[in-house]
């Protein structure tokens, strides 16, 4: 009966995707998407447990074998990181409850809680699927349903910026689907355990078949990740999205593309071939790139939301970097910064949001003084800025120490460095707004408790809580996500 829990899981987040069109009633939707939420996030822990404690789950669908059919598989990295977005979305679930009655019509609303149900539905797929063209199959899903939530508010510039986010994406997923078709044509399987098992003496025969696959999979999946330079819709798509949007896009979506990296990088080309074809170099020139380069972005904004989405541009680069590894320490690290990452964005997109729903103000400048208005919020963006910079005591500072101490370990000493420089431009755009926010004078300001919705006030405080909780323990989640990463074939 366990094993047939993620079809339940995608079945019924499915049906409330379908439900949408035929419901405007923004209630309704609400209370669905609410419970389709909580029963993922029960299923999720369920099937954690079970991979964790007997192994993996294999699921042969359409009564075909894996060679023709589809097949999921269920192991400790996708049980993980399905609860992981399963929580994450609850908890934006619950902010939206106060949030989206003041930023779009009861209509409007149904349609988003649709759109948001397909976007899980897409994301469930993409980590369960062990099949390369149903990989771009969910990654087509999840790109419709991403320019769709971004466009929802349905002003020119939220146009503007789905229209971008569209064309980009679209190229991404060409690319991709033409190393697909590359690696068809040399190994006639779209199976990912199959391809790996026949590209160790395909690669001698084809080298040139192979490499320009992993290169055009490469540079689809990064344009999908806005790895820079190939990130010129990120910075539109968040900061014109509503304040969920934004954090789902930033905390989840864009983790999901980088997660899909690794699947293909450890089941489908091996360590191996990645590593003769020098891609641990061409991911540690990029990532340090968009390390500095993301950061300078982001000084040089004056809308708060460009300023956190350019920090994203940053933040993918640390991710990447620890990617480059290789090996089992680096996709340990990594994980552990998705987790990190998404907590401390979301905290910061969605306190946004209340300033931007509440203020009707998103400049930087409009954030002097504004402690003693929001003084909650604010205190919440504090923190979460702390955890951004590295500041002990947070997830922030953990896992950019688990970076620091992993490239230690490899004798390389230089990103430590990078890392080092990366954080004090952090620093250089993050504590400015949170000076201005509480040493500001406060003469003729009017001091008062915020009058934030109750929704969005706990969902704030549950984000910094787990920044705080894996600051202080991450021993919580790390034998998961160690499991996560063993699973996935690493060689430490």
Same mark, same amino acid.
């Given at each position: 009966?366990?094993?047939?829990?993620?079809?339940?899981?995608?079945?019924?987040?499915?049906?409330?995707?379908?439900?949408?069109?035929?419901?405007?009633?923004?209630?309704?939707?609400?209370?669905?998407?609410?419970?389709?939420?909580?029963?993922?996030?029960?299923?999720?822990?369920?099937?954690?447990?079970?991979?964790?404690?007997?192994?993996?789950?294999?699921?042969?669908?359409?009564?075909?074998?894996?060679?023709?059919?589809?097949?999921?598989?269920?192991?400790?990295?996708?049980?993980?990181?399905?609860?992981?977005?399963?929580?994450?979305?609850?908890?934006?679930?619950?902010?939206?409850?106060?949030?989206?009655?003041?930023?779009?019509?009861?209509?409007?609303?149904?349609?988003?809680?649709?759109?948001?149900?397909?976007?899980?539905?897409?994301?469930?797929?993409?980590?369960?699927?062990?099949?390369?063209?149903?990989?771009?199959?969910?990654?087509?899903?999840?790109?419709?349903?991403?320019?769709?939530?971004?466009s929802i508010a349905r002003?020119?510039?939220?146009?503007?910026?789905?229209? &971008?986010?569209?064309?980009?994406?679209?190229? *991404?997923?060409?690319?991709?689907?033409?190393?697909?078709?590359?690696?068809?044509?040399?190994?006639?399987?779209?199976?990912?355990?199959?391809?790996?098992?026949?590209?160790?003496?395909?690669?001698?025969?084809?080298?040139?078949?192979?490499?320009?696959?992993?290169?055009?999979?490469?540079?689809?999946?990064?344009?999908?990740?806005?790895?820079?330079?190939?990130?010129?819709?990120?910075?539109?798509?968040?900061?014109?999205?509503?304040?969920?949007?934004?954090?789902?896009?930033?905390?989840?979506?864009?983790?999901?593309?980088?997660?899909?990296?690794?699947?293909i990088l450890f089941r489908?080309?091996?360590?191996?071939?990645?590593?003769?074809?020098?891609?641990?170099?061409?991911?540690?020139?990029?990532?340090?790139?968009?390390?500095?380069?993301?950061?300078?972005?982001?000084?040089?904004?004056?809308?708060?939301? &460009?300023?956190?989405?350019?920090?994203?541009?940053?933040?993918?680069?640390?991710?990447?970097?620890?990617?480059?590894?290789?090996?089992?320490?680096?996709?340990?690290?990594?994980?552990?910064?998705?987790?990190?990452?998404?907590?401390?964005?979301?905290?910061?997109?969605?306190?946004?949001?209340?300033?931007?729903?509440?203020?009707?103000? &998103?400049?930087?400048?409009?954030?002097?003084?504004?402690?003693?208005?929001?003084?909650?919020?604010?205190?919440?963006?504090?923190?979460?800025?702390? *955890?951004?910079?590295?500041?002990? *005591?947070?997830?922030?500072?953990?896992?950019?120490?688990?970076?620091?101490?992993?490239?230690?370990?490899?004798?390389?000493?230089?990103?430590?460095?990078?890392?080092?420089?990366?954080?004090?431009?952090?620093?250089?755009?993050?504590?400015?707004?949170?000076?201005?926010?509480?040493?500001?004078?406060?003469?003729?300001?009017?001091?008062?408790?915020?009058?934030?919705?109750?929704?969005?006030?706990?969902?704030?405080?549950?984000?910094?809580?787990?920044?705080?909780?894996? *600051?202080?323990?991450?021993?919580?989640?790390?034998?998961?996500?160690q499991a996560a990463a063993?699973?996935?074939?690493?060689?430490?």
């Amino acid at each position: 009966m366990i094993s047939w829990l993620p079809i339940v899981q995608m079945m019924l987040i499915l049906t409330i995707a379908l439900m949408s069109p035929l419901s405007k009633k923004a209630r309704l939707m609400t209370h669905l998407l609410a419970y389709g939420l909580i029963a993922n996030t029960i299923i999720g822990v369920v099937l954690l447990t079970h991979v964790h404690a007997v192994g993996p789950i294999v699921l042969s669908l359409g009564g075909h074998a894996s060679f023709l059919g589809i097949e999921f598989i269920i192991d400790s990295f996708s049980a993980l990181f399905t609860l992981f977005v399963s929580g994450i979305g609850l908890l934006i679930h619950m902010y939206s409850l106060g949030y989206l009655p003041h930023a779009l019509k009861e209509s409007q609303i149904a349609s988003y809680y649709g759109l948001l149900a397909l976007l899980y539905f897409a994301v469930f797929g993409l980590l369960y699927t062990n099949d390369l063209f149903n990989t771009y199959v969910f990654i087509e899903i999840l790109s419709i349903t991403t320019c769709a939530i971004i466009s929802i508010a349905r002003k020119k510039r939220n146009y503007m910026a789905a229209f &971008r986010y569209l064309m980009l994406n679209e190229l *991404g997923s060409l690319s991709f689907l033409m190393g697909v078709a590359l690696l068809y044509m040399i190994t006639g399987s779209l199976n990912m355990t199959m391809i790996m098992n026949q590209l160790s003496t395909q690669f001698a025969a084809y080298p040139i078949n192979v490499t320009l696959a992993l290169g055009f999979i490469g540079v689809g999946l990064a344009m999908k990740s806005a790895i820079f330079p190939f990130h010129e819709w990120l910075p539109d798509a968040h900061s014109s999205a509503p304040a969920p949007s934004s954090a789902l896009l930033s905390g989840v979506v864009v983790k999901l593309y980088l997660l899909v990296i690794v699947k293909i990088l450890f089941r489908v080309f091996g360590t191996g071939i990645a590593e003769t074809l020098n891609a641990p170099l061409v991911m540690m020139i990029f990532a340090v790139v968009a390390m500095v380069f993301g950061s300078l972005f982001a000084l040089g904004q004056k809308d708060i939301k &460009r300023m956190l989405a350019y920090s994203t541009v940053s933040q993918v680069g640390y991710i990447l970097l620890a990617l480059s590894l290789l090996s089992t320490a680096g996709l340990e690290v990594m994980f552990f910064y998705i987790f990190s990452h998404a907590l401390i964005k979301g905290t910061l997109f969605l306190v946004t949001g209340a300033t931007i729903s509440h203020q009707k103000k &998103r400049s930087l400048e409009s954030y002097k003084g504004l402690g003693y208005l929001m003084p909650l919020s604010m205190t919440a963006f504090a923190l979460a800025g702390f *955890g951004m910079v590295g500041i002990p *005591g947070t997830s922030g500072f953990v896992a950019k120490f688990q970076i620091a101490t992993a490239f230690l370990d490899v004798d390389q000493a230089l990103f430590v460095w990078v890392l080092i420089v990366s954080s004090i431009l952090n620093a250089l755009y993050y504590f400015p707004i949170i000076i201005n926010g509480f040493v500001t004078d406060n003469e003729g300001i009017d001091v008062h408790l915020e009058k934030v919705p109750w929704p969005m006030l706990v969902t704030l405080s549950v984000f910094v809580l787990g920044i705080f909780l894996l *600051g202080v323990m991450p021993g919580v989640i790390m034998p998961y996500i160690q499991a996560a990463a063993e699973v996935m074939g690493g060689v430490s």
